[in-house]
């Protein structure tokens, strides 16, 4: 199925061109020359999908992406940009985007990003699809309970029937009368427990009943017992008797039954007569059986789902919720989802619940939310109001559905364009810089100037650092790189990290404090290593300067080895973190720095520490600065030598 676009480009010939280009793709579209045309075609024809220019004069692309994802949250919008506006590009992904296509625009790369869109519209709908399944479930199971309900008002009202027939004493022919429109089997019986009377519905289902004892039609008994039937209980008694019997009728068949017998007495006060109703219950039984079966399969329905779903009230307290819900989050009940998914105290911003809450429509988030084993997820959240019988609403269920691998492979396949994009550009500077620093180093060399070789030698030597980053961070997306391992000293290796570092924090006004041991080895990825720890001992410093007060700041860095792991700490008492923030570190573009940072840098550094089979671990508090903990294995372990020697072969 193909879609509606809203092209918005303030370049006629990109409008003219891709516009036909995606007109034979078989899409309806729709061109606009600026943000406001863009916004009035947008409210007239309600795209599925806009693909619109980063930069525009006026309304420019991101304010057109905040505009509809505000007003159409299910519209999916691709950004248009050139090479330099990748910083951009970052934001709009963050700002959830769709994609982004560079210019000039690639077909392959149009369509790559057309069919994510596709695929994001068709996940909607089939989740959709699926909240509007269960809400029909909910309401057949309420029809259900309504009809029994219904019947039980109906036996209750005939043995309060029942309980009037008390003053009834004499002329039973006048009372048949009465009793033969009732739908129950009524009989009425002599003191000596024989059948005087019955109605035709009885002697059409039981039989003729006149003369027979008052324990016939009981499980086809012929020997008199005291407790044969409920109207031998009656005499023997003297009060009215209810109970649930089983009762044969003409052809055999046992049929069970709700039977009310009350004496009739005579002006003496002595029982005269005993009036038998007895409500044929097979429809009944079938009924509450058929709504036992149906409140299995809900309930099966409900915990069997492959998505979390969980049902919140206004105060968002959880008060059901799913069997996979409850392995990967725990016992829930009474508590409140931002604190299960984000560990936070108060409600997330742009909480679908709160919104359902509010408007009584279905809505949708996507997010990054911890279980309690410490694993991210990313899912798709969607939300829909659970009404009470006067139609207002009581609770709103949430189903959220883990992406979390669709979601890795989009934001790969995302992530390698923007990052070879953005490093073409990053290079393009270095390279410059690297031409001004060579020409200053022989301008150096050849005037006899040792000072201008040696600055010329530094700043060489930096912007190199800066290029190996890059061209590492480029490895780590492009392909599965192999580790090139090697022995390394490590009081050598931690002196050039701390070479690299010192002078920036330095230059941040931070003390940086170095401890490396006196000798000992590790075998691994040296330029991996070295930029996994830098990025880690940037952040520090970011940290430190981010806190901003009269406090000194300090950045230690540790290193220390027992010969079968090396333990790598960095502590700083700079701005510290949040549990929320610490959970979601080293995910995929997750930044605290906001528009500073890119969150490329510690996802790269853990994949790197993983890669060598070691492991990051991370301790810190808002206000009391953070700790990170790489701890690694002296010797590469011999699976992973293995796995390195196999590739290369």
């Not at 092209?7 to 309806?28: A, M, N, P, Q, W």
């Not at 919008?77 to 990748?86: A, K, L, R, S, Y």
């Not at 309504?146 to 036996?155: D, F, K, T």
């Not at 009368?177 to 002599?190: E, Y």
């Amino acid at each position: 199925m193909l879609y509606t676009i809203l092209l918005v480009d303030d370049e006629e010939g990109i409008r003219k061109i891709l516009g036909l280009s995606l007109r034979d793709l078989g899409y309806t579209v729709h061109t606009a020359a600026s943000g406001e045309e863009g916004i009035e075609l947008f409210n007239k024809y309600e795209p599925e999908i806009v693909l619109t220019d980063i930069k525009m004069p006026g309304i420019t692309g991101l304010d057109l992406l905040e505009r509809f994802k505000f007003q159409a949250p299910d519209t999916e919008v691709i950004m248009i940009t050139g090479h330099g506006d990748m910083d951009l590009a970052i934001q709009s992904i963050k700002n959830n985007a769709t994609d982004f296509i560079t210019k000039p625009i690639n077909e392959d790369a149009l369509e790559i990003a057309l069919k994510r869109a596709h695929e994001r519209i068709d996940m909607r709908r089939q989740i959709n699809q699926y909240t509007c399944d269960l809400e029909r479930l909910v309401d057949e199971q309420a029809t259900q309970i309504v009809e029994q309900e219904r019947q039980l008002a109906a036996l209750q009202i005939a043995e309060g029937f029942a309980d009037g027939l008390r003053t009834i004493v004499s002329h039973i022919d006048g009372g048949s009368s009465m009793f033969n429109q009732l739908p129950c089997f009524v009989s009425v019986h002599n003191a000596n427990s024989e059948i005087i009377s019955s109605n035709p519905l009885f002697n059409e289902r039981i039989g003729p009943a006149t003369g027979k004892p008052s324990w016939w039609a009981y499980k086809g008994e012929t020997i008199r017992r005291p407790d044969s039937s409920p109207v031998e209980r009656v005499l023997l008694s003297g009060d009215a008797q209810s109970s649930q019997e089983i009762i044969t009728d003409k052809n055999g068949n046992k049929l069970p039954v709700q039977v009310n017998a009350v004496p009739i007495l005579d002006n003496d006060g002595t029982i005269e007569l005993v009036l038998e109703l007895a409500a044929d219950m097979t429809e009944i039984q079938t009924m509450q059986e058929e709504l036992r079966i149906t409140r299995h399969r809900y309930q099966q329905l409900f915990e069997e789902s492959p998505c979390y779903i969980s049902v919140q009230n206004k105060e968002l307290k959880i008060i059901a919720n799913n069997r996979r819900f409850r392995e990967d989050f725990g016992s829930s009940l009474g508590k409140s989802c931002h604190k299960l998914y984000a560990h936070r105290d108060t409600p997330c911003a742009n909480c679908p619940v709160l919104k359902t809450f509010e408007d009584g429509k279905t809505h949708q988030y996507e997010t990054v939310i911890t279980t309690k084993t410490g694993e991210q997820r990313n899912v798709l959240i969607w939300t829909a109001p659970i009404c009470d019988v006067e139609g207002n609403i009581a609770e709103v269920m949430e189903m959220s559905t883990d992406i979390t691998q669709l979601r890795a492979l989009q934001d790969r396949l995302s992530t390698l364009g923007l990052l070879l994009g953005s490093t073409a550009h990053g290079i393009k500077g270095l390279l410059t810089a690297l031409d001004g620093g060579i020409y200053r180093l022989g301008s150096g060399i050849k005037m006899d100037k040792p000072e201008r070789v040696l600055d010329s030698f530094n700043d060489l030597t930096h912007l190199i650092d800066r290029l190996r980053k890059m061209v590492l961070d480029i490895l780590h997306y492009a392909k599965e790189r192999s580790l090139n391992w090697e022995v390394i000293i490590l009081p050598n290796f931690v002196r050039e990290i701390e070479s690299i570092i010192r002078p920036k924090a330095e230059a941040k006004s931070v003390t940086f404090n170095c401890i490396a041991p006196e000798d000992g080895t590790i075998e691994a990825d040296y330029g991996g290593l070295s930029s996994a720890l830098v990025n880690i001992l940037e952040n520090a410093v970011d940290s430190c300067e981010a806190a901003r007060s009269s406090a000194e700041y300090c950045v230690e860095f540790t290193v220390c080895t027992d010969g079968k792991t090396v333990d790598f700490t960095v502590t700083d008492n700079g701005t510290g973190m949040t549990q929320e923030t610490r959970e979601k570190l080293f995910t995929l573009f997750f930044s605290s720095k906001g528009s500073a940072g890119t969150g490329i840098g510690l996802f790269v550094a853990n994949q790197t520490v993983q890669q060598h089979g070691g492991t990051i671990s991370v301790s810190s508090e808002p206000g009391e600065g953070s700790s990170f903990a790489v701890r690694m294995h002296a010797a590469l372990p011999e699976h992973l030598k293995k796995e390195i020697s196999e590739g290369k072969d």
